[in-house]
């Protein structure tokens, strides 16, 4: 008979094999890929070269001053900046007028004020404000009515009177009888 080496397989003398046939639970799985992960851990290759290289760029772009290698365009020759007409003035004045008297908000706040409700003093400001802005605006459009003067009785009627120039008005300053105005 002829010499056979040594084997560790089962069924090398002819024995019958056993197949083993495994039923992975999850846990098996579970450790499978927790030692898969494990093997990544640590930077990636070549890391020590690359690292100083970007770090240093960083380094370099916050010391650099913002203004050199600047874009932007500088012009030569300014030009003067247009005046609106008078025409396109009182178009604007118009268009803000419109826009103050649509204005909800200040609606509002003048529907609570008739109803007699106080408001705060950052609510009455405002409202103080864009109402001083429509007087403003319907008096240089002409929309805004005169108001009537009081007559003052007993004022002389020197003072009463319009001067047409300067020497005029002086006369009429040195001849008020200041008696008349005590009370």
Known sequence: MS???KSRKPGAYGAPE????RNRSESDVEGRER???KKRKGLKSGSRHSDGGEAKQRKAAQNRDPRLGSKKKIPLVIEPVKKPTKQERKLSFEQELEMLENDAQLNTLL???EAGENLGAGLQKLVDE???RIEFLMDRLGLLEPEEEEVFDDLPE???KKASSDEDLLSQFEDIDLDNFKG
């Open 3 to 5: 010499r056979s080496k």
């Open 18 to 21: 056993v197949i083993v046939t």
């Open 35 to 37: 030692k898969r992960l």
């Open 111 to 113: 529907d609570r004020l």
């Open 130 to 132: 864009k109402l001083d």
């Open 158 to 160: 020197s003072v009463s």
